[in-house]
């Protein structure tokens, strides 16, 4: 007779079980010691558990889901000039318009800086006049 192969499904319910009777027990201890026999902290205990084995077992299962993991395919280089997904296609347009609209906006940008500087003057040399007159007017008093 040939010895039994585990297969993965006996070992995602050993990932989970442990890890859910884990935290079950954890939710116990902490509602029997810390927070009088109350059911909320077994349930969190049981959730967090719970949680922990699914992520363990998708991790085992399907080892590309890791996060912050890019699979490319074979013939494609991480330095290839075309977008090949739609999300980098869309950033890539996102990128153009905006490059665009700067150019569009730069020669009103530098029109509004100079009606600035023109107002600028001109509240310049009012207030000065206005200090003058108020300086003549303390000298008349």
């Known amino acids: 007779m040939a010895a039994q192969q585990p297969s993965d499904k006996v070992a995602s319910e050993d990932i989970i079980a ?4 884990i935290g079950f027990g954890v939710g116990v201890v ?5 927070f009088r026999r109350r059911a909320f902290p077994v349930w969190l205990g049981t959730g967090f558990g719970a949680g922990s084995a699914y992520t363990d ?8 889901s890791a996060p912050g993991l890019r699979v490319l395919p074979r013939d494609a280089s991480p330095s290839s000039s075309t977008a090949s ?3 980098e296609r869309i950033s890539q347009r ?3 318009a905006l490059g665009t609209a700067k150019q ?6 530098e029109e509004a800086k100079k009606e600035l500087s023109a107002k600028k003057g001109q509240l310049e040399s009012k207030g000065k006049e206005a200090k003058e007159a108020v300086e003549a007017k ?4």
Do not use: D, M
Request: glycine share 6%.
């Open 57 to 64: 077992c998708e991790r085992s299962f399907n080892p590309y």
């Open 94 to 96: 996102a990128g153009e």
């Open 104 to 109: 569009e906006a730069k020669p009103k940008v």
């Open 18 to 21: 442990r890890k859910t009777g």
């Open 30 to 34: 902490a509602s029997v010691i810390l």
């Open 138 to 141: 303390i000298r008349q008093v």
């Open 85 to 87: 997904s739609a999300l």
